[in-house]
């Protein structure tokens, strides 16, 4: 039965046979934001996708905490069914108001709302075009579906124009989606120029602003937001398991009756709708990203901190400053021994390997949080350039360099 699993088998061996096993880390406690401890030691986060270190937030925890007393443990039971409260609706209201929509419907998982959005939206005769480095959400999202699906090169709007064209004879609706800002490098959507070509073919566009929400923009309403786009953006999704600290995922928009992808949408239908402490935590949350821009503001001190030092010993960093800070390794064997060293060391990130990632190499992938304190973000600094430079990607003599 698994037998088709065997080079699966080899590699995994392989990846371990260097001590840690990267894809099953099993925290002993995480205990803040930013610190846990593993194997008995303590260790600090700086891969959690917990972009304003609400997790741990008091407010949040005791409405999360209040809801559990008042409204138990869990729904057990479908939005369709027994499993909408009111906290669910005043969620999806409070969603629609906070991103200026008319309308939102909250899914359990981020992957959900892609997977039970995409499909309802584009159909058997109609055109999904996914950027290549769209998250593994929309791609099986795109699975569901059955419209014809057409990837194009990533963030490049001339590729995205040249294959709209060439769909522009046939019949069908075309759906353009991009993400916020892409998980592995960082980067964000040339949002602007999307948008002028969306229009010019007559294409609808849905952004996924899963690492963007809260993020980015005045507000922190995303990538969207900080373009001056958002009335071009026509499905917004997003997800409640990273800036807002939580677990669940939501699609809004203005279109004419959105509310009947109720009754359509299988992964929102044919699962447990998120239980209250969830959504009460949630909720609280999406209101201190609106009430406390100093969060954002810690957030991009500490983006910019990490980037700019690591770029500056000379590790090949993203193109651009951003809360994910992912450090590219050429050879995949190099990386997981870096990871191994500085789990070490102290200090938890990501390990992505190909093919997960972008352009086939290597990242030791971090991402900061508000919640990170500046001699947190030296330590962090130090560590990895001391294990760039230990593992030769680093230039020693560069390294003092920069730092003097
Ligand atoms: N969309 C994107 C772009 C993501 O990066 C992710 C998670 N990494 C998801 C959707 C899924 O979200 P969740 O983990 O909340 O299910």
């Not at 899914?107 to 159909?123: K, M, S």
């Not at 005769?125 to 099986?140: N, P, T, V």
């Not at 969830?278 to 980037?307: C, F, H, M, Q």
Request: hydrophobic residues 45%.
């Amino acid at each position: 039965m698994l037998l088709k699993y065997q080079h699966l088998r080899d590699a995994y061996e392989h990846v371990r046979a260097d001590g840690g096993d990267p894809f099953n880390v099993t925290f002993d406690s995480v205990v803040s934001p930013t610190e846990a401890r593993l194997g008995g030691r303590k260790v600090m986060l700086l891969g959690t996708n917990n972009y304003l270190g609400l997790t741990f937030d008091p407010s949040c925890k005791a409405q999360a905490a209040a809801a559990l007393q008042a409204e138990g443990t869990g729904t057990t039971g479908s939005r369709v069914a027994n499993g909408t409260y009111s906290g669910h609706v005043e969620l999806e209201r409070q969603l629609a108001r906070f991103l200026g929509r008319r309308e939102a419907m909250v899914f359990t998982t981020g992957y959900q709302a892609n997977v039970g959005i995409l499909p309802v939206l584009a159909g058997r005769g109609d055109h999904l075009l996914l950027d290549a480095d769209s998250h593994a959400s929309i791609y099986d999202g795109a699975r569901f579906s059955e419209a014809s699906v057409t990837r194009f090169r990533h963030n490049d709007p001339n590729d995205l124009k040249r294959r709209l064209k060439h769909l522009a004879e046939l019949p069908g609706q075309k759906l353009v989606v991009v993400e916020g800002v892409y998980s592995m490098l960082g980067d964000t959507a040339p949002l602007a120029e999307i948008v002028a070509i969306k229009r010019e073919m007559g294409a609808y566009l849905l952004v996924d602003e899963a690492h963007s929400l809260g993020v980015l923009g005045k507000n922190g309403r995303g990538l969207a937001e900080q373009a001056g786009i958002e009335a071009d953006v026509d499905f917004v999704i997003g997800t409640f398991s990273k800036s807002l600290g939580g677990i669940g995922g939501f699609c809004a928009s203005d279109m004419a009756d959105f509310e009947l992808l109720r009754l359509v949408s299988r992964p929102y239908m044919f699962t447990a709708s998120l239980p209250p402490a969830t959504i009460a935590g949630v909720s609280r949350a999406l209101e201190l990203v609106a009430a406390k821009p100093e969060l954002r503001a810690d957030l991009w001190r500490n983006a910019s901190s990490l980037y700019h030092g690591l770029a500056a010993a000379g590790l090949p960093v993203g193109p651009t400053v951003s809360p994910i800070v992912s450090v590219q390794v050429q050879d995949p064997q190099i990386a997981v021994l870096m990871w191994n060293r500085l789990l070490e060391l102290g200090l938890y990130v990501n390990l992505a390997l190909p093919p997960a990632t972008p352009s086939g190499r290597a990242l030791l992938r971090t991402s900061v949080s508000a919640a990170h304190s500046i001699g947190e973000i030296d330590f962090a600094l130090d560590t990895i350039i001391a294990t760039g430079v230990e593992f030769g990607l680093v230039n020693e003599a560069r390294h003092l360099t920069a730092a003097q």
